[in-house]
């Protein structure tokens, strides 16, 4: 192979001098927001009718002189459509406080008035299916969260919701048989 000739020698050209410049307080670099992600959420929705369950509510808060209202039906309702459909969810006492959805552990009963005082007790925070019932035509969807909620926008008829992770069919069997026991409560005592 033969002898290469040694590379030339580069040194820096001499750079003038240059006064520093007074160097001003940088202004803090503020990150861009991120942009927001798009959950999908699945809602399957169906109508109820309430009469029943109106009915029922006042005949056993009169009885019981203690309110029983719709949420300890909706309550029963989806605990044994659970049962009956052999979901695992557990089911949660719901509560809305501000913009957030809680979900606190029920003891299980065996009856409607055990679940009312059971519901009454319920403290202990958890993770499972929470079960809401709320005032008025809302309809709340909380991405990530399995909710089963009552809405009531017109006198007489309710919209049930489920938002979560179980199957379409699934789902909808579910929502089919908290309607059955809602519309016929006597098959919650």
Do not use: C
């Not at 992600?37 to 009469?51: F, G, Y």
């Not at 369950?53 to 019981?64: C, F, G, M």
């Not at 659970?82 to 003891?107: F, I, M, N, Q």
């Amino acid at each position: 192979m033969p002898d290469l000739p040694p590379l030339p020698s580069f040194e820096p050209a001499a750079q003038p001098a240059v006064a520093a410049a007074p160097v001003a307080e940088a202004e803090p670099v503020v990150a861009p927001a991120p942009a927001p992600v798009a959950a999908r959420v699945q809602l399957r929705q169906r109508l109820v009718s309430l009469a029943a369950a109106h009915d029922a509510a006042a005949t056993l808060s009169e009885a019981w002189r203690q309110e029983v209202g719709l949420a300890a039906l909706l309550y029963r309702a989806a605990d044994k459509a659970l049962a009956d459909l052999e979901l695992t969810h557990e089911p949660l006492k719901g509560e809305l406080e501000g913009d957030s959805l809680k979900g606190y552990r029920v003891a299980p009963a065996h009856t409607l008035r055990g679940t009312l005082e059971n519901l009454a007790a319920a403290r202990d925070a958890a993770d499972g299916l929470v079960i809401l019932a709320l005032e008025g035509g809302d309809v709340v969807v909380f991405p990530g969260a399995e909710v089963l909620a009552l809405s009531q926008p017109s006198e007489g008829q309710a919209l049930l919701s489920y938002s979560g992770s179980l199957a379409a069919a699934k789902a909808s069997a579910l929502l089919e048989r908290v309607g059955y026991y809602l519309e016929r409560p006597i098959l919650l005592a």
